[in-house]
């Protein structure tokens, strides 16, 4: 298994939205930019190099058989797995939905997963100004100074006019708006290669489309006719750095054996041809067989928010289906038996890196083990140590 860091650097506005969720003239942009949008981008121009992309009719070459086998076994069932690209840096995850914020100072983060865990009461004012708190939204970045919240990328709304293709003019009190992220601006992310094969038929991919100046240009989101979404993609291998579990530190704070899983992306997961309310044990065991028996929902300390996805697919000129998932920043608390430590830590280990439910190719249900946000910024721990 292969990692590359991926970065497109924005040379035009980018919009990327969930837009087939709404009907609604205003076309918002998202802060990132989910695997898939990528995904897309890269086999549409790959199928068009084929000559044999169906929708946009556009044949940039002939095409070769061992060209296809490449795009067959990139984005093909057991293919690459592209990650959400994002310009907040290193390391970020959505803000738990156990996360409180001070409402006036942005410094000022806290967690409550052990006070609920504990069954411990906490104020809804900050340990150190006594001022409000609220909900925690967003996305946060560790620092070497502690956890801050992320910088949102800067955006403009961009106002159009609707067209009448009959007359080719302006059609009366027909307005749209499409928000962007502001160009340059550079997203990164990962691509995750499963086997060595995957990696040489990426490469073969990636060269095909090296034929502007030795560079890897595309468009991507919406308006691209606009003149939006130009980006260029580079990259590089990198090497995944030891993905510690701190389960010894949990079960210390909590006083017993517990773990928690965070979703750092919109997990996509049935249960039974229905969107699962929640991720019990046995929707886990059907992608870690391994999980021990123990394992247990807790319930008291699990927050589960929702949200719709869809998006489009750039290899078939389709729309995807709206479906619902569980939304970033959810947090799911589980109990085990301290016997069976390591046989956990060996199943998150195996999740961190298949992620969970549908769509994990365009990096949906990617999770996070036992994030060390919840110890660092704990309400009560903060509040024993401020002497409040």
Not at 149 to 171: D, I, Q
Not at 321 to 347: K, L
Request: hydrophobic letters at 40%; charged letters at 20%.
């Amino acid at each position: 298994m292969k990692r590359y860091k991926l970065t497109l650097t924005a040379q035009s506005p980018v919009a990327v939205g969930e837009w087939m969720t709404t009907r609604s003239n205003v076309r918002e942009s998202m802060d990132y930019i989910p695997g898939g949008v990528l995904r897309g981008a890269l086999a549409q121009l790959t199928l068009e190099t084929l000559g044999a992309h169906n929708t946009s009719q556009r044949k940039l070459g002939n095409g070769s058989t061992a060209l296809q086998q490449a795009f067959d076994a990139v984005f093909g069932k057991d293919g690459a797995q592209f990650g959400f690209l994002t310009a907040f840096g290193e390391g970020w995850i959505p803000a738990p939905a156990t996360a409180l914020f001070n409402k006036q100072r942005d410094e000022y983060l806290y967690d409550t997963l052990f006070a609920l865990i504990r069954g411990e009461k906490y104020e809804m004012q900050c340990p150190k100004t006594r001022e409000r708190l609220e909900r925690g939204r967003g996305y946060l970045v560790p620092t070497p100074t502690g956890w801050r919240r992320a910088k949102m990328p800067p955006k403009t709304t961009y106002v159009r006019v609707g067209l009448n293709r009959a007359t080719e003019a302006a059609e009366a009190s027909v307005l749209y708006a499409i928000e962007a992220v502001d160009a340059p601006i550079v997203f990164t992310g990962e691509v995750v290669l499963p086997t060595a094969a995957c990696e040489q038929a990426f490469q073969q991919v990636l060269d095909a489309l090296r034929w502007r100046d030795g560079r890897i240009l595309l468009r991507i989101g919406s308006a691209r006719s606009r003149g939006f979404g130009e980006v260029e993609l580079g990259y590089e291998e990198v090497q995944p750095a030891p993905n510690a579990i701190p389960l010894d530190d949990f079960a210390a704070r909590a006083g017993r054996p517990l773990f928690t899983l965070l979703t750092r992306t919109p997990a996509i997961v049935y249960d039974g041809g229905s969107p699962a309310a929640t991720l019990t044990p046995d929707i886990l065991r059907l992608y870690l067989p391994d999980l021990p028996d123990s394992v247990q929902l807790h319930e008291g300390a699990t927050r589960v928010e929702r949200e719709l996805v869809s998006g489009w697919s750039g290899a078939w000129g389709m729309p995807k289906p709206v479906q619902q998932a569980i939304a970033p920043g959810s947090v799911f608390t589980y109990t085990y038996d301290a016997s069976e430590r390591n046989a956990v830590e060996q199943c998150l280990q195996q999740l961190a890196v298949q992620g969970i439910g549908e769509r994990t190719h365009e990096g949906y249900g990617q999770l996070v083990a036992c994030s060390n946000y919840h110890l660092e910024q704990e309400i009560t721990h903060l509040n024993t140590h401020t002497g409040r």
